[in-house]
């Protein structure tokens, strides 16, 4: 008998036929002679049509009420479902966040899991009892309803199996695993078998929206093995697990991309300590994240400094930016929000030299400039044109051979 978390995600139970079809599975999972704990989402679209309700009321709502109001759409769902696993027999309970106790900060909106209080959850299952449990919300220590932030709800589901020591915590999605790349605009994307909690990590923070970066933090943190799968079909998924060897000798496992950037450019930056701190402290404040940062030194004792945010902050930042350029005697600013940032990851690159200046001579091939560079351990980031998103995407995959299974690197270039 093992003890299984399962995390469905709101396209899994985007209505009642398809609550149906998770009953069944969980119902399934459980005569098969396991335990079984069950994250739910809310339906797909419910919090978005949330959100806009709370702004509808104020255009800057208290993060309060907003959380208390946003948090509803997981109540419906872990109601229905355990409904319906009644309805088939299926002892069950629905259970809230702060009747579980998912503790919390108090970052309304933006919370952060500081303990989960198990006993509830192991008396239930004790008694033969499934545990639905709400996704994406919590409590803090005032009693307040919390919430996890977007995709918070994977984060519950491995936090979950971290506090329960579960065996596996399988995170049941609308994509049958974690692919090389994304098969929208890559066809010979291929579904991967396993992957390493640093890979998936570099891979949530690039872009892909397979998993939410924190329950991938999560799991490395507590070992939690997770189980990417397809709520639709019995297919087996991906593994996001510790790496081992094999996962070492394979070059690169996957290509990722962001169109959500923008890059700005301060121009003739006085070059004397303290400049730099003038320029990003607004944004700090501003709650606004810097990515990749470049500067170059130039004659005069003037320097450029270019950086990447997120688009969403692109004209926050730009105006914060503008105001500072003149206060330190900068030349001016400039900016382009039509940019792409695309990633090569692979635990691989540790040990083989010669992976970056591949990946830049294959977007040289293609009269793709690159117009910013950023490495780490595990990936290689290029920023280019929008424009040139999709055919960087396939090239890359396809010099890398990532349609093939298991492509292992034998000698360095």
């Known amino acids: 008998m093992a003890l299984i978390v399962q995390k469905y995600g709101g396209t899994s139970v985007g209505d009642i036929n398809r609550i149906r079809n998770v009953a069944r599975r969980v119902a399934k999972t459980r005569q098969e002679g396991n335990d079984v704990v069950v994250a739910l989402s809310a339906m797909s679209g419910e919090t978005d049509r949330l959100i806009q309700l709370a702004h509808q009321a104020w255009d800057t709502p208290d993060l ?55 006993r509830t959850l192991r008396q239930a299952l004790k008694k033969g009892v499934v545990p639905v449990v709400a996704g994406f919300q919590g409590v803090d220590k005032e009693g307040n309803i919390t919430t996890l932030g977007r995709g918070g709800s994977d984060t519950t589901g491995v936090a979950l199996a971290a506090a329960l020591k579960a065996d596996v915590c399988e995170i049941y999605t609308d994509v049958e695993g974690v692919f090389t790349t994304d098969p929208n605009i890559c066809p010979k994307a291929r579904k ?77 930056v006085p070059d004397k300590p303290g400049v730099a701190s003038q320029l990003f402290s607004p944004l700090s404040l501003a709650n606004i994240t810097v990515d990749m940062i470049i500067q170059n030194v130039s004659q005069g004792g003037h320097t450029d400094l270019t950086f990447t945010v997120p688009k969403s902050d692109f004209k926050k930042a730009l105006s914060l930016v503008e105001g500072v350029a003149g206060k330190i005697g900068a030349t001016g600013v400039d900016s382009d929000d039509h940019i792409s940032k695309i990633s090569i990851v692979g635990v691989g690159m540790r040990s083989h030299s010669g992976i970056a200046s591949k990946m830049f001579q294959v977007l040289a091939d ?4 690159i117009q910013m560079i950023s490495t780490s351990e595990i990936k290689v980031s290029c920023v280019v044109d929008a424009k040139y998103t999709e055919l960087a995407v396939r090239v890359l995959h396809e010099a890398f051979e990532l349609a093939k299974k298991d492509v292992k690197m034998e000698s360095s270039f």
Request: net charge negative; charged share 25%.
């Open 192 to 268: 991967m078998d396993a992957i390493s909690y640093d890979e998936m990590l570099e891979l949530a923070s690039l872009g892909a929206k397979v998993l939410e970066i924190r329950s991938v933090e999560f799991a490395k943190k507590y070992g939690v093995v997770i189980h990417v799968r397809s709520s639709f079909n019995d297919n087996p998924g991906t593994l996001v697990m510790k790496e081992d060897k094999d996962m070492e000798s394979v070059l690169v496992s996957g290509i990722s991309y962001s169109k959500d950037e923008a890059k700005i450019s301060v121009i003739g």
């Open 64 to 118: 309060r009420e907003y959380d208390a109001l946003i948090s509803t759409g997981e109540q419906i769902t872990v109601a229905l479902l355990a409904l319906t696993l009644q309805s088939l027999g299926v002892p069950s309970k629905s259970f809230l966040g702060n009747q579980v106790r998912i503790l919390t900060d108090s970052a309304f909106s933006k919370a952060r899991i500081r303990k989960i209080e198990v």
């Open 366 to 369: 293609e009269g793709i400039n």
